[in-house]
């Protein structure tokens, strides 16, 4: 009886579908789409990620003091309080463009973020490579080494630049800080990270000690969290963020440097991939299971059809070594949504949204022990984050508001 039944109403519906007028099937048609649509908006509001609160404690940092006793909780310094009040002056003017916004001046010369999520056995080496480019390259904020640093010179248009990045002309050396800091952001660690960063910054004496801050999440918020939380808090002309584990050889930063000047918009704006592209092919990569192999390959197609042009065109999305201008940030930072490890995806459409220019800079790179990356079920869960990431821009749940 039941499926006689079914049969009689889809040979009604069949009916009157092909009776009925061109102007009501074009009506149902959209009106159907329409309700798709709204329901796939209020799936993606359901599912797409929203950054947690930050908590007061998360605002603060500590350091090793000239006593070589570790500080108590010192505020972090904010860019975007100057950026917001510069933002609402412009406002009340009827200004409604962030063009004329800017970014308060940097202190020093080179920002590096590290996020670290119980990495007390890796930390260490790490650290140590950075401190000794960072010291060798940029040295001191405030001290009597110009912005030269004394290094060997290389010809570029008519300009002298540096191996580090800087250019050797008595104007750019002027406006140009000097100096460096270290921002770790201990991402809820359970280990020892946090007395493993204070300790290496005891060991580096009075003069650098200072340079390294530590800053606490009180709970796990994942790499993209971190990291987004760190440089919000940066001082430098340029900020870097680097992994832990220090497998980007750190010396390549000042390719970056000289990349991200060469590229740089009127306004100051630009960003430099460190990319391990290159490496495809090499023995590092050959020697990988099978199944890495074939899961980054498909991660790189839902990249290539997923984002847009820009985005698509860079061919290692993933390498844990980014420079960034500071005139970008406020046109990513505040607009960050994931936390994971697909972040690196959304600071890229949102720079290309802003029509930023983007580099993507061959970099040396090895294998390190001790990943806590899952490739399955993390790359099942890239894979589903660029998917929710995507939709949840191009249908208007997330906005640069």
Known sequence: MAPTV???????L??????????????????????LAQ???????????????????ETTYRHVEDTGSVSNAKPLPYWRDTFDR????????????????????AE?????????????????????????????????????????????????????????????????????????EILIISDGSKDKTVDTALEFAR?????????????????????????????RHVRGRYVLFADADGASKFEDLGKLVRQIKKIEDKDGRAVAVGSRAHLVGSEEVVKRSFLR??????????LWILTPPATAAIRDTQCGFKLFSRPTLPYIIPYMHSESWIFDVEMLMLAESASIPVAEV??????????????????????????????????GVYRRT
């Open 362 to 395: 061959p970099i040396g790179w090895h294998e390190v022990q001790g990943s806590k990356l899952n490739v399955l079920w993390d790359s099942i869960g890239m894979a589903w984050g660029l998917f929710i990431l995507r939709a949840a821009w191009a249908m």
């Open 86 to 105: 510069r933002k609402k002056t412009l406002r009340q003017k009827g200004d409604s463009s962030d063009v004329n916004i800017g970014i308060e001046e």
């Open 203 to 231: 060991s580096l004496g009075t003069k650098s000690a200072g340079l390294i801050r530590v800053a606490s999440l009180v709970e796990n918020r994942g790499k993209g969290g971190a990291v987004t939380h760190g440089m």
């Open 293 to 302: 192999n074939l899961l980054m390959y498909s991660f790189h197609l839902l």
């Open 14 to 35: 069949t009916n009157g579908i092909k009776q009925a007028p061109p102007w009501v099937l074009t009506a149902y048609a959209l009106l159907s789409l329409l309700i």
């Open 108 to 180: 020093v010369f080179m920002s590096l973020v590290v996020p670290a999520f119980n990495e007390e056995n890796r930390l260490g080496l790490m650290l140590r490579e950075a401190v000794q480019y960072l010291q060798k390259e940029y040295g001191q904020a405030g001290s009597a080494r110009t912005a030269n640093g004394g290094l060997k010179q290389r010809q570029r248009k008519g300009t002298q630049e540096q191996s580090n990045g800087h250019l050797g002309s008595n104007e750019s050396a002027k406006q140009e800080p000097t100096g460096w």
């Open 39 to 57: 329901a796939f908006y209020l799936f993606l509001s359901l599912v797409a990620p929203i950054p947690r609160d930050i908590l007061q404690s």
């Open 6 to 12: 079914v049969a009689e109403i889809l040979n009604i």
